[in-house]
């Protein structure tokens, strides 16, 4: 049984960051405004997350430790427009299969917190705990040592750690975030808009660079920000795009990109951007990758044309 949980666990535990992000959306499918991540060489001896979102009653901790239980899915049909974050049920139980993980949470309403250990005696403890919930995983990979080999430097690890968390953060600007990593801040996201977590993340010097891009058709929109093609940034790229607020790494829409800054784009350099998409969800299947970054789009040229117009458009306006 843990043999098969941890060959299923596959992708979404592949390294602190897999597991991290998958923590940080059951934060958001809970609705939090604010989130505090605290890390510990490199997420692999501490993930901390805690959060002021929903919480989850007594009765309810077992069950999100349980493989394929989910409370985001009802029936097939939901499955068809998924909306939440989450919807497979298997992140927790995966990520119980190879760390020490333990789960503490207040739902609206209960007198106090309950603690529930994965690996400890079945039966949730009260515990302190204003509101909301706090994942705590320790110990990643310590029954696990091949997996723990395929593992980088501590400061790679970090690094992916914090990018997850650049890419939640930009996708949800109205949720403040905060992250730390052995004891000292590393980022401190106040709640904002937009253009504000924009500047905030990627820079105010790359803001400054940008057009805003804003379209709509019928039930398909983009909204964010472009750089203009002279813009650059020696070793680092700025290339974010997202689907119904999940960041993918899509052929398509690269594709359509690039097509909108040719014959812009001068020598060798990269375009940045930071774009949000939506669209119906039941004219986009993300449930193609277990980690969620490909989509596939039902009408995938109108997709491109649309994405293509409004980024070419954007960049073509003259300063007035
Ligand atoms: P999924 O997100 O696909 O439903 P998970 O394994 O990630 O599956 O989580 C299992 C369940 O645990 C969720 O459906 C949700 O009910 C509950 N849960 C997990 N994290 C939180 C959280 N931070 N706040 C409230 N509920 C949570
Ligand atoms: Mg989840």
Redesign the pocket.
């Known amino acids: 049984d843990l043999l098969i949980s941890q060959i299923a666990a596959g992708e979404v535990v592949e390294r602190p960051a897999s597991v991290l992000k ?2 940080l ?3 958001l ?2 609705g ?1 405004q604010a989130i505090q991540i605290q890390l510990e060489e490199g997420g692999v001896k501490l993930i901390r ?1 805690s ?1 002021d ?4 009653p007594k009765e ?1 901790l077992p ?2 430790l349980t493989r394929h ?4 899915i009802a029936s097939l049909e939901d499955l068809e427009r998924v909306a ?10 995966s990520v119980a299969a190879v760390a020490r993980l333990t789960l503490t ?1 207040r739902a609206a309403g209960a007198g106090h917190a309950w603690k529930l250990a994965a690996h400890g005696s079945g039966e949730a403890e009260p515990a302190a705990l204003a509101a ?2 706090v ?1 705590e995983m320790r110990d990643l990979y310590y029954n696990t040592p091949a997996r723990r080999k395929f593992l980088k430097s501590e400061g790679t690890e970090f690094a992916h750690c914090a990018d997850a968390v650049k890419r939640v953060a930009l996708a949800h600007p109205g949720v403040a975030f905060s992250l730390s990593h052995n004891g000292r801040v590393s980022l401190s996201l106040p709640k904002a808009d937009l253009a504000g977590r924009v500047g905030a993340i990627l820079g105010q010097d790359f803001l400054a660079e940008c057009r805003r891009v804003e379209a709509a058709i019928n039930g398909l929109s983009i909204v964010g920000y472009a750089a203009q093609p002279a813009w650059s940034r020696p070793g680092r790229d700025a290339q974010y795009v997202f689907v119904n607020g999940r960041f993918v790494r899509d052929k398509l829409l690269a594709h359509a990109l690039r097509e909108a800054y040719q014959d812009m784009l001068h020598g060798s350099r990269h375009p940045g951007y930071a774009l949000f998409i939506e669209i119906d969800p039941a004219a986009v299947d993300v449930n193609v990758h277990p980690a969620k970054t490909e989509v596939r789009f039902r009408d995938g040229r109108a997709v491109h044309q649309f994405v293509y117009h409004a980024v070419h458009k954007a960049l073509s306006q003259v300063i007035s």
Request: aromatic fraction near 2%.
């Open positions: 998958e923590v959306e059951n934060a499918d809970a939090s997350v959060d979102g929903c919480g989850i309810e069950l999100a239980a989910t409370s985001k939440t974050l989450g919807f497979r049920g298997e992140a927790l139980a949470s909301g919930t994942v």
